[in-house]
């Protein structure tokens, strides 16, 4: 069975109601907002999927950045990204997962790239669920 992983961080709630409802048994869910980033260090899954919003210009939160050797050393995985905007921001509309995905892609697969605005109504999470089923 391919081992996956769900790691998010999310400052007012909105990246996080995506996989609120997900059973943990099936898809891991690590909340980063909890973990010290200097003792965080992701787990070896092969699936790693991703959650961030967007502050500012395609900019991750700062925890990303705190953690980026940690992002850094992710190689040979299968990435999902996800995340939470707002459409008001134009081409910046979810712009840190496009930062993420320009990290991660050098050594890594991007299988997919998932922006919501606001937060996610049923069929929007139910296209995500779809997504994670990966098979
Ligand atoms: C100061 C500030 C800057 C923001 N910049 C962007 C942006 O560049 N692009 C974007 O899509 N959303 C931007 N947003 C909107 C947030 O990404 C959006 O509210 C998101 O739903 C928050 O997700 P969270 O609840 O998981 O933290 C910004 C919000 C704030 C307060």
């Known amino acids: ?10 400052l007012t709630g909105k990246t ?19 973990k010290d980033p200097k003792q965080f260090e992701f787990g070896n899954e092969e699936v790693i999927v991703i959650g961030s919003p967007t502050y500012g210009r395609g900019v991750p939160p700062m925890y990303f950045k705190q953690i980026i050797n940690e992002l850094r050393s992710l190689t040979g995985r299968k990435i999902g990204l996800f995340g939470s905007g707002n459409t008001i921001y134009g081409e910046d509309f979810c712009g840190a997962i496009d930062t993420l995905e320009e990290l991660l892609k ?12 606001g937060y996610p109504t049923d069929k929007v999470k139910n296209k995500f669920y779809e997504m994670l089923k990966l098979d």
């Open 1 to 10: 069975m391919i081992t996956k992983a769900i790691y998010y961080f999310s």
């Open 16 to 34: 996080a109601a995506l996989v609120e409802d997900i059973n943990q048994q099936d898809f891991p869910v690590i909340r980063l907002n909890n």
């Open 106 to 117: 050098q050594n890594n697969e991007i299988i997919f790239k998932y922006k919501f605005e």
